[in-house]
């Protein structure tokens, strides 16, 4: 047996494993008027806990939900019952004062999200500059949850202010073209030349089986392990609200491709920790006073 994979390739032992892309969320039951379209059923950490932890899950990344907008209390109030073990990425107004990306960073938000789900226009992101550069100050990514030229736009924006970019979704590839016809992808591939661009290998259940394996190969070849991390997408919620996949089978599907311990402790532990800013689990604990 190996230190991160038992017989059955699922678990993964040791400390420091990280789930890089989770939602939690309370029930639409118990919002007076929900802003967008919101599960009935909750997502709670205590859920996911359950799910993650068998399978050698130690630490989440808790990433706003598009439908919550930029109500990111309940990861906020989350950060601080464990803040060894928990990020948060949270989705701001481009009214926010920029000197609250450093108060946000000490609390650990380590990402700014940007998902366009529920906007019927992209954003004007020069309203977002100055915003962009406390990011880049504070060491907090850019989060980018587009699609098509749009995504290619704003990756070179968030590049100019010298930050870091993080693309959700294996890089959101087009669906029907797949990875190897879409002209994005390849503008995507381009631009993590720079060494600033990250890809989330995650929502693979959102693309066709080849299309998800393909885009997961060519991100690893070109990205590197070391600019990618894995995400479960927990709790997997479809255009329908309805729950799409199981927490394993994500967790199965880049086993499956990531093979041998070497590339796997980069995905799960080592690239989690330089992106999210995780003490190293293979850090000496500090010596304790006399």
Request: hydrophobic share 40%.
């Amino acid at each position: 047996m190996s230190d991160l994979t038992d017989s059955r390739g699922l678990f993964l032992a040791g400390p420091g494993v990280t789930d890089c892309h989770v939602h939690i969320f309370g029930s639409s039951r118990d919002v007076s008027e929900p802003r967008f379209p919101h599960p009935e059923e909750s997502a709670t950490l205590a859920d996911v806990e359950k799910l993650g932890a068998p399978l050698g899950v130690r630490r989440y990344v808790l990433t706003q939900p598009s439908f919550l907008g930029f109500d990111n209390s309940l990861i906020m109030d989350t950060l601080e019952t464990r803040p060894d073990d928990f990020r948060g990425v949270v989705w701001l107004a481009p009214s926010e004062p920029p000197a609250s990306v450093a108060k946000l960073a000490a609390k650990g938000i380590a990402g700014l999200r940007f998902p366009l789900k529920y906007s019927n226009s992209v954003p004007d992101w020069s309203a977002y500059s100055d915003l962009f550069v406390a990011a880049a100050q504070s060491n907090v990514h850019v989060e980018l949850n587009l699609a098509g030229r749009s995504l290619v736009k704003a990756v070179h924006k968030t590049l100019e202010h010298d930050g870091q970019v993080v693309l959700a979704h294996l890089g959101m590839f087009d669906r029907d073209l797949g990875p190897d016809d879409d002209p994005v992808f390849d503008a995507v591939m381009e631009a993590a030349q720079t060494r600033r661009v990250w890809i989330k290998l995650s929502a693979a259940y959102a693309y066709q089986k080849a299309h998800a394996d393909r885009a997961c190969e060519r991100i690893l070849d070109c990205v590197g392990p070391d600019r990618t991390v894995w995400g479960s997408d927990w709790p997997h919620v479809g255009p329908r609200l309805d729950r799409q996949e199981t927490y394993a089978t994500t967790l199965a599907w880049l086993l499956r491709i990531a093979t041998g311990d070497a590339i796997r402790r980069q995905i799960f532990v080592k690239s989690p920790e330089k992106l999210y800013g995780f003490t190293p689990a293979d850090q000496p604990p500090a010596p304790t006073q006399s």
